[in-house]
């Protein structure tokens, strides 16, 4: 059975930091994709950030110049590095993992979600 898990967010201050980070785990023949996305109340969910294992990364614009996405191949783990955080980026933030659970498939795997909150 294949899992994305999720750890990180919290509550910060406006102009502050946090890391989310996102294993996935089980057995599977190959990521394609790593990545977060967010949802706002009365939103629809949105992309942050992707990591494509064969290269390239993207970011939603606004995020860019604050959000950084990583990963740790061996771990099979993406980080997400969050500065300068604003009100606005207060959301449910979860994880999405593109992976073939065997040599013919993909599927998309979320996790359970974390929640981010930026408020004074």
């Known amino acids: 059975q294949v899992q994305v898990l999720e750890s990180g967010g919290g509550l910060v201050q406006p102009g502050g930091s946090l890391r989310l980070s996102c294993a996935a785990s089980?057995?599977?023949?190959?990521?394609?994709?790593m990545g977060w996305y967010r949802q706002a109340p009365g939103k629809q969910r949105e992309l942050v950030a992707t990591f494509n294992w064969g290269g390239g990364i993207n970011y939603a614009d606004s995020v860019k110049g604050r959000f950084a996405i990583s990963r740790d191949n061996a771990k099979n783990t993406v980080y997400l590095q969050m500065n300068s955080l604003e009100p606005e980026d207060t959301a449910v933030y979860y994880c999405?993992?593109?992976?073939?659970?065997?040599?013919?498939?993909?599927?998309?795997?979320w996790g359970q979600g974390t929640q981010v909150t930026v408020s004074s």
């Open positions: 999405n993992g593109r992976i073939y659970s065997d040599m013919r498939s993909w599927s998309d795997y």
């Open positions: 089980g057995s599977f023949f190959r990521i394609v994709a």
